[in-house]
Every structure is written in C-alpha cells, then in structure tokens.
C-alpha cells in the first residue's frame, strides 16, 4: 500500500462538501477510521451501507458510539451541525429534514475520506454548520410526454435528497399522457402519445412513503385550461366546438368546471400530504374562446371584456377551490390576478419576473428561468438530440443563476426559491440521469447555499467528490 508521504495532497473532507455548507471550519487533529466502528443506532440505516462499501464493519452501539446524533430543536427547521474531533463525530440537527441533511452530508465525508484507501481512512477535525438559504429548492420532472417508472422517479428522489433539494415537482398531465389515476374517467389513462403508462393508486403509495423518508414534499400537477388535448380527445363535451381540435378546456361550458374539479377532489386524495397543488395555467391559446358561443355567453353574464378575462377567472375559480381545502395553488407565470395566496413559477427572463412580482400584491415567487435558466432538458453538448429552439445550457450557467441577484430589494422575502424542470419531449426515461447531472448538483447548490458563489470552487469540490467514487444517481 502506499505510504501517506506518496499521496498528493488534496483538500480536507470538510472543505468538500456539495452543496457547500454555510460553515465549514478546521481545527488541529484527525479522526481515523479503522476496520471496526462503533455507530448510535439512530444513524445506523443510514451509515451502514456506507461503511459496507469501504469494507469497514460498522457496529451499533449506542453507548459507546464514536458517531452518534441528537436533536437540537433550536437549531431550526432544515439546520444541521457536525462536529469531528479525535475521538468522535457528533451530529446535532433541528428537525428531521436537518437529519436526513446531516445523512447525506456524513456520507460525502466518509466517501473523501476514504478517498486514500482503508489503512489511511481519516478526517480532518472540525464544525459543519448549515442550513439553507431558500426555503424552496424544487425539481420538475415531467411525466406526462415520456413516462418515468416508479423506480427511476424513487432514484431522483433519493438523488435529491442528498443534494438538499425539499420538494418534487410532479408534471403528470399534458397533451401527451394522463399518468394520475382516475375512479371517474380510467379512460385517461388510456391516453400516451410518446409512451403509455400510468401510476396505480399502490404506486403513487409508495413513491409518497419514499419522499417522506428523504424529507421531500410533492407538488402535483394537473395542468388547465390547455395543454389538454389528450383529454379532450375522449371528452369532446369539453371542447370549445366539436371541430375545436386544440388543446383548451372550454370555459364557458357547465362540464368544464365540474371535470376540473373532480379531477382535483381525485388528486387530493392520492397526496393527501401535499401542501402544494400545481394549476398550471400558461401557453393556453384564446382562438376557439373567441369562437365559442358558451365562452361568449359566459363572458356576457360575468361582464368580462375578453377571454383572457374569462381565463382569469376560471384560474381564479380553481385557484380559490384549493384555497378553501386549505392548501396553496402554484401557477405558472401569469399577470392575471387569481388569489392572495397563488404561488407564481416564473419562467420568463427578469422583466417577467418584476412584472409577476408587481401586477398582484401579496404573491410569492418561484424562479426556473431568469436571463440564465434552471430548465435542464436544455441540451449541454450540440451532440445531444434536442428541439431546434433549445438554446445551449451549461453547467456554469446553471450554476450560477441567481434568483435573488437582480431584484433581492424590489422582491424581499416573497422570492421563496427556485424550480429545476426537465421537460421529457425528448427525454425517455433512459436518458433522465444523463440530462439531470452534472447540471442538478450545480443548481441545487445555487439555491442551497448563501456564499457568494464561485463557480470553480464548486467544481473542485464536485469532482474531488466523484474521483473519491461518489455517484450522484
């Protein structure tokens, strides 16, 4: 084996980390790991399969452990601490999301610091303290054009996880497929122009428990008034005119409302935890509104003035059917005014995002694009198969997008975070991790973290990590 004298130097694990942590401080000594460990038991799930990897035996004992955590409620929600001396690691953590945080941190540290093999297994001794900078810290993955199996969306859970991101955003409907269950219309899910499949009630069951073990909140969504051309292909009542083949639920009509709906009541309670529902709400064309002799009479018994107006107010009419069950509707960028607490997702550049943040007082905001994007099926080589508008993302790009850096004193505290989508027009499901990394991890740590950002620190931490043997997905 070689000798530590024959290795070149290569940073402390502490300084390592990814996302980087708000603090992360060195002090004199070093902790050696062995052929044996002693682990508290709480961590043991977690650590085990870890320790397995670098063929060192792992032993529960919570009396003596050398690795042990305990909660700290002051430290807050999402906060973690791990401290490493000579003779042990001790991790602190505000709540159980700080926990799982601490988890995946502890396991980025084991992975540098066997980095030089067994016999010189080590870390340098020292404090982590972290915690997040914005609270929303979201991915999109949409599975209504190419269809993700349970395992694949289970895989980007966990990969999310360990990057510090708190909520998955779930894009099940669109022209191209139905993918949520439905008692009152299964024929939807018959619907799948690029690929079929649908998830059972069992299957939505079981990716719920699974995001809960990492700390991850699911944000459905079911999009109106367009993007529903599936949809309408089987319910042609719904439909502006019966040669309207385009993609918008008809507004005016009696059936509309009452289908939207229940789809909704069907969503409720298949995410019964979901804080967040996703209306979508953009890119719906005005055309057959324009036409439609219902949407006409609806606009007349409102006093709309257009059906733009009439689009609003359907928006609206759905956004306050959330309300009223307690949970908060998410829209994508829109001026019209739905309700105080609507959640805008603006994709547009940074005169969208100040009109978003303007046109209706009270909304919060979340950033996918601003002049720089967060949209991940953006093509990163001019090798990949892409759409021919797509422009050229890269991973700096990505990296450094900043929500907060053109409008931090006009937005304040109403900029919650930021959205990574990855659209699936040209993503089957083979393809979903070559899209996602490198370019998820930079991302999430632009949302995680509160340093000044420099890309090539952020690189040499990121690399340091994957030569050690670590894999993101």
């Avoid at 997702?345 to 005169?351: F, T, Y």
């Amino acid at each position: 084996m070689p000798r530590p004298s024959d290795y070149v130097t290569l940073p402390p694990a502490l300084l390592g980390v990814v996302p980087k942590p708000e603090k992360a401080e060195l002090s004199s000594g070093e902790f050696k790991f062995g052929d044996k460990i002693l682990i508290a038991g709480i961590i043991g799930e977690w650590l085990l399969p870890v320790f397995k990897t670098f063929g060192v035996e792992a032993i529960i004992d919570d009396s003596a452990a050398q690795i042990f955590a305990i909660e700290n409620s002051a430290l807050g929600a999402e906060a973690y601490s791990i401290e490493v001396t000579p003779e042990k690691i001790s991790i602190a953590y505000g709540d159980y999301a700080g926990f799982v945080y601490a988890m995946g941190t502890m396991e980025q540290l084991l992975y540098l610091a066997f980095r030089y093999g067994r016999d010189q297994a080590l870390l340098e001794c020292g404090v982590i303290e972290d915690r997040p900078n914005f609270k929303f810290r979201c991915m999109m993955i949409d599975c209504a054009r190419h269809f993700q199996s349970v395992a694949t969306v289970k895989r980007l859970l966990k990969a999310m996880s360990r990057l510090r991101m708190n909520y998955f955003h779930w894009h099940l409907v669109d022209n191209h497929g139905w993918r949520l269950p439905s008692d009152g219309c299964p024929e939807l899910n018959a619907i799948g122009s690029l690929d079929k499949g649908f998830y059972t009630k069992e299957d939505i069951a079981e990716i719920r428990s699974f995001a809960k073990r990492y700390a991850i909140e699911i944000i459905p969504e079911i999009d109106f008034p367009g993007h529903n051309h599936g949809a309408l292909s089987l319910h042609p009542e719904l439909r502006c005119l019966p040669d309207s083949y385009g993609n918008e639920i008809c507004l005016g009509g009696e059936a509309s409302m009452a289908f939207v709906k229940a789809r909704y009541d069907e969503a409720f309670a298949l995410f019964p935890e979901s804080k967040y529902f996703h209306i979508g709400g953009d890119e719906a064309w005005d055309g057959w509104w324009r036409q439609c002799p219902k949407c006409q009479a609806k606009m007349k018994a409102l006093g709309l003035s257009t059906p733009r107006k009439l689009e609003e107010w359907f928006m609206r009419e759905l956004s306050q059917y959330i309300v009223d069950k307690g949970l908060t509707p998410i829209s994508w960028q829109t001026e019209a005014v739905l309700t105080p607490k609507n959640i805008l997702q603006c994709w547009g550049n940074a005169g969208n995002m100040y009109n978003c943040a303007h046109h209706d007082e009270g909304k919060n905001l979340v950033i996918s694009s601003m002049d720089v994007s967060y949209y991940i099926d953006y093509p990163q080589s001019s090798n990949e198969p892409r759409l021919h508008w797509m422009p050229m993302l890269m991973e700096e790009a990505v990296y450094m997008a900043n929500p907060a850096c053109h409008m931090e004193k006009v937005l304040g505290d109403r900029l919650i975070g930021g959205t990574l989508p990855l659209w699936t027009e040209v993503v089957p499901e083979w393809r979903v991790g070559t899209k996602l990394f490198p370019r998820l991890v930079a991302g999430a740590e632009a949302l995680w973290t509160s340093h000044q950002k420099k890309y090539s620190d952020y690189l040499d931490r990121r690399q340091a990590l994957e030569f050690a043997g670590y894999c993101w997905w």
